[in-house]
């Protein structure tokens, strides 16, 4: 604790560390007090650095960095399932009520997960405020244009009484715009010479870009050179074709080959000063800047000097982005593991998901007929001699332990099946290989007010600057039943932060690995160091003080996070979600199917449910 009660760190991978047991135990000794198998008492609570934890990768990175053997025990150490899951995130869970759903509520499921929290990316933050519950997604976001979905997606939001008509009272669309607060940018000290907040004359996100006087008086306050206030400014009113000389299939096919800083150069004549500025501005959604993300997509993110190279069809209806829960979509994994488990969680009703516990004692008891095994890491899947079956090895407290079941779903991500899986051909290890994981982080900072974002009038920030998280903003507001959002500035609320751990000059790919590695070297100081600095130079003048208004934070360290969806330079175009490599490297292989976002090349729920659906669809075919 912090003398201003800051909740940040007391917790060591999820262990409550008191000052005797501090001072009496090692680590190591810590660790061992926890079963094999159980999940800490209630994880959503926890603090610090959460996500995936030092201790949910440690078998992992033995095993693929390492090649450390673990060795299966001779006897299985638990009854024959009928399915064994590996993976407990949205695809994981979706797989186990799609198998259940068809072969009857006595079929045996086992779903092991290596971290000590259901849902995968689907993760729910609790943070208290002075003994008020606030709720915030720490992963996985929103239900993205669910009109879209499958059918089958469909089904499981209906079977799970998800009625996505209900956010439109859910979200309050209008909340920021009533109070007077849009969206930011945050000119820092440290690149910009001095700390400065204006409107996002580009609109950020969600808002429209300005336009006319307010546009021009905007930019020419700026901390940049006069010369680059006024190239910005020509861009932003620019309405020409910077590639009219090509056919509309010639411009696509230029815009996939290049970046859009380099058509920003190339093209509109941009000074660095400008490109800088715009080079982060998607970071949240492509995990690099724009030197390695393609001009192609800058034209889907409508970005400037793209708006009239007429390469999209107009009209595209998009729903809105409100489809919410206060905790993103940990609602839909929690829903799901109510369907599997109803007495983990009580409650039959889409509000009630809210402020409902799950009462983790629940999930991995003898009499379950579906078992859900936390702080479980699968080391190894193979055949049984006779094929009939597939023996599962997992790792939990250091024990390793065999299960054994007629099928098995790997809901885990793609680059780690080749090491559990040594039956897989070489041409689908060379394709489970092609991508990688996206690595980031998603902070969650419980502040007691939010004063001082009203008083500088913005809800939401772009850092262009030097600053771990290029976006912040204050939550969803979301209030579904007994949950309510902030009442208005005097009350407590979330703000969530992104960051990525770019390694410049890199491709896209290459800088995920190595930004993986980066993110791994950074502790829990580091990023509060950085976030004090920011908070307190961005808000600072405007009465806000870290140490007064922070009463907790939860880094929400996703090493492995997104799935990756061909976004990047020189991707060929035909690949996309149903062409790719990804389809070579989830094809079926006898008893054991693949199922996870990476399979789908797709990172939204609905591909994870669509990837569940197909896996036990595959499996039907053994008896």
Same mark, same amino acid.
């Given at each position: 604790?912090?003398k201003?009660?800051? /909740?940040?760190?007391?917790?060591?991978?999820?262990?409550?560390?008191?000052?005797?047991?501090?001072?009496?135990?090692?680590?190591?000794?810590?660790?061992?007090?926890?079963?094999?198998? /159980?999940?800490?008492?209630?994880?959503?609570?926890?603090?610090?650095?959460?996500?995936?934890?030092?201790?949910?990768?440690?078998?992992?990175?033995? #095993?693929?960095?390492?090649?450390?053997?673990?060795p299966?025990?001779?006897?299985?150490?638990e009854?024959?399932?009928?399915?064994?899951?590996?993976?407990?995130?949205?695809?994981?869970?979706?797989?186990?009520k799609?198998?259940?759903?068809?072969h009857?509520?006595?079929?045996?499921?086992?779903?092991?997960?290596?971290?000590?929290?259901?849902?995968?990316?689907?993760?729910r933050?609790?943070l208290d405020?002075?003994?008020?519950?606030?709720l915030?997604?720490?992963?996985?976001q929103?239900?993205?244009? =669910?009109?879209?979905?499958?059918?089958?997606?469909?089904?499981?939001?209906?079977?799970?009484?998800?009625?996505?008509?209900?956010?439109?009272?859910f979200?309050?669309q209008?909340?920021?715009?009533?109070?007077?607060?849009?969206?930011?940018?945050?000119?820092?000290?440290?690149?910009?010479?001095?700390?400065?907040?204006?409107?996002?004359?580009?609109?950020?996100?969600?808002?429209?870009?300005l336009?006319? /006087?307010?546009?021009?008086?905007?930019?020419?306050?700026?901390?940049?050179?006069?010369?680059?206030?006024?190239?910005?400014i020509?861009?932003?009113?620019?309405?020409?074709?910077?590639?009219?000389?090509?056919?509309?299939?010639?411009?696509?096919a230029?815009?996939?080959?290049?970046?859009?800083?380099?058509?920003?150069?190339?093209?509109?004549?941009?000074?660095?000063?400008v490109?800088?500025i715009?080079?982060?501005?998607?970071?949240?959604?492509?995990?690099v800047?724009?030197?390695?993300?393609?001009?192609?997509?800058?034209?889907?993110?409508?970005?400037?000097?793209?708006?009239?190279?007429?390469v999209?069809?107009?009209?595209?209806?998009?729903?809105?982005?409100?489809?919410?829960?206060?905790?993103g979509?940990a609602?839909?994994?929690?829903?799901?593991?109510?369907?599997?488990?109803?007495?983990?969680?009580?409650?039959?009703?889409?509000?009630? #998901?809210?402020?409902?516990?799950?009462? &983790?004692?629940?999930?991995? #008891? =003898?009499?379950?007929?579906i078992?859900?095994?936390?702080?479980?890491?699968?080391?190894?899947?193979?055949?049984?001699a006779?094929?009939?079956?597939?023996?599962?090895? &997992?790792?939990?407290?250091g024990?390793?332990?065999?299960?054994?079941?007629?099928?098995?779903?790997?809901?885990?991500?793609?680059?780690?099946?080749?090491?559990?899986?040594?039956?897989?051909?070489?041409?689908?290890?060379?394709?489970?290989? &092609?991508a990688?994981?996206?690595?980031?982080?998603?902070?969650?900072?419980a502040?007691?007010?939010?004063?001082?974002?009203?008083?500088?009038?913005?809800? !939401?920030?772009?850092?262009?600057?030097?600053?771990?998280?290029?976006?912040?903003?204050l939550?969803?507001?979301?209030?579904?039943?007994?949950?309510?959002?902030?009442?208005?500035?005097d009350?407590?609320?979330?703000?969530?932060?992104?960051?990525?751990?770019?390694?410049?000059?890199?491709?896209?790919?290459?800088?995920?690995?190595?930004?993986?590695?980066?993110?791994?070297?950074?502790?829990?100081? !580091?990023?509060?160091? !950085?976030?004090?600095?920011?908070?307190?130079?961005?808000?600072?003048?405007?009465?806000?003080?870290?140490?007064?208004?922070?009463?907790?934070?939860?880094?929400?360290?996703?090493?492995?996070?997104?799935?990756?969806?061909?976004?990047?330079?020189?991707?060929?175009?035909? &690949?996309?979600?149903?062409?790719?490599?990804h389809?070579?490297?989830?094809?079926?292989?006898g008893?054991?199917?693949?199922?996870?976002?990476d399979?789908?090349?797709?990172?939204?729920?609905?591909?994870?449910?669509?990837?569940?659906?197909?896996?036990?669809?595959?499996?039907?075919?053994?008896?």
């Amino acid at each position: 604790m912090s003398k201003h009660g800051i /909740k940040r760190r007391d917790f060591l991978n999820g262990m409550a560390l008191g000052l005797a047991a501090g001072a009496s135990l090692t680590p190591t000794e810590l660790l061992a007090m926890s079963s094999p198998g /159980k999940a800490a008492s209630y994880p959503p609570a926890l603090t610090g650095m959460r996500g995936s934890t030092d201790r949910s990768f440690e078998a992992a990175h033995a #095993l693929a960095w390492n090649n450390a053997p673990f060795p299966a025990p001779k006897q299985q150490t638990e009854d024959t399932y009928d399915l064994i899951v590996v993976g407990g995130g949205i695809s994981g869970l979706s797989a186990a009520k799609f198998f259940r759903d068809q072969h009857g509520s006595d079929a045996k499921i086992l779903i092991v997960d290596n971290h000590d929290d259901f849902g995968g990316h689907a993760r729910r933050n609790e943070l208290d405020v002075d003994g008020k519950t606030l709720l915030c997604y720490g992963g996985s976001q929103t239900l993205q244009s =669910p009109s879209s979905y499958s059918p089958q997606a469909k089904q499981v939001l209906k079977d799970l009484s998800i009625n996505v008509d209900r956010f439109y009272d859910f979200y309050d669309q209008d909340y920021y715009s009533k109070h007077n607060v849009s969206e930011g940018v945050y000119y820092d000290r440290r690149r910009f010479g001095q700390d400065k907040v204006l409107p996002s004359p580009r609109g950020g996100l969600f808002g429209e870009a300005l336009k006319g /006087k307010a546009l021009r008086e905007n930019i020419r306050q700026i901390p940049i050179s006069q010369s680059a206030q006024e190239a910005y400014i020509r861009l932003m009113e620019s309405k020409v074709d910077y590639l009219a000389s090509m056919s509309v299939d010639e411009k696509q096919a230029y815009l996939r080959s290049i970046s859009y800083n380099q058509f920003l150069k190339d093209h509109a004549g941009m000074p660095d000063e400008v490109i800088g500025i715009l080079q982060d501005t998607f970071l949240q959604l492509l995990s690099v800047g724009w030197e390695a993300g393609s001009a192609w997509d800058a034209t889907g993110y409508s970005m400037p000097g793209t708006w009239y190279l007429g390469v999209h069809e107009e009209g595209t209806f998009e729903e809105p982005y409100i489809h919410h829960f206060p905790d993103g979509n940990a609602g839909v994994a929690r829903a799901l593991v109510r369907d599997l488990l109803p007495t983990a969680l009580a409650g039959s009703s889409m509000e009630d #998901l809210a402020t409902r516990r799950v009462d &983790y004692s629940q999930l991995d #008891l =003898p009499d379950n007929a579906i078992r859900i095994r936390l702080n479980s890491t699968a080391v190894n899947v193979a055949h049984s001699a006779d094929e009939k079956h597939v023996d599962v090895s &997992y790792v939990s407290q250091g024990t390793t332990y065999r299960a054994r079941a007629r099928h098995t779903v790997l809901a885990c991500y793609n680059n780690m099946i080749p090491y559990l899986c040594k039956e897989l051909p070489a041409p689908q290890v060379e394709a489970l290989q &092609y991508a990688t994981k996206i690595p980031f982080v998603i902070g969650s900072f419980a502040v007691r007010n939010w004063r001082a974002f009203e008083s500088a009038g913005f809800h !939401d920030f772009y850092s262009p600057g030097d600053v771990y998280f290029k976006h912040l903003s204050l939550d969803f507001p979301v209030s579904m039943g007994d949950y309510q959002f902030s009442q208005g500035p005097d009350s407590p609320i979330v703000i969530s932060a992104w960051y990525s751990p770019t390694v410049r000059g890199l491709p896209a790919r290459q800088q995920y690995k190595a930004g993986r590695r980066k993110l791994y070297e950074m502790s829990f100081d !580091d990023f509060e160091t !950085d976030l004090r600095q920011h908070l307190d130079g961005m808000l600072g003048p405007y009465g806000f003080d870290f140490e007064r208004e922070v009463a907790a934070i939860t880094l929400n360290r996703w090493s492995h996070g997104y799935a990756y969806e061909f976004e990047e330079i020189g991707t060929p175009a035909n &690949y996309w979600r149903r062409e790719g490599p990804h389809i070579a490297g989830r094809a079926q292989l006898g008893r054991i199917s693949i199922a996870n976002s990476d399979s789908e090349a797709y990172a939204y729920v609905d591909g994870a449910i669509d990837a569940a659906h197909r896996a036990v669809t595959e499996q039907i075919s053994f008896t």
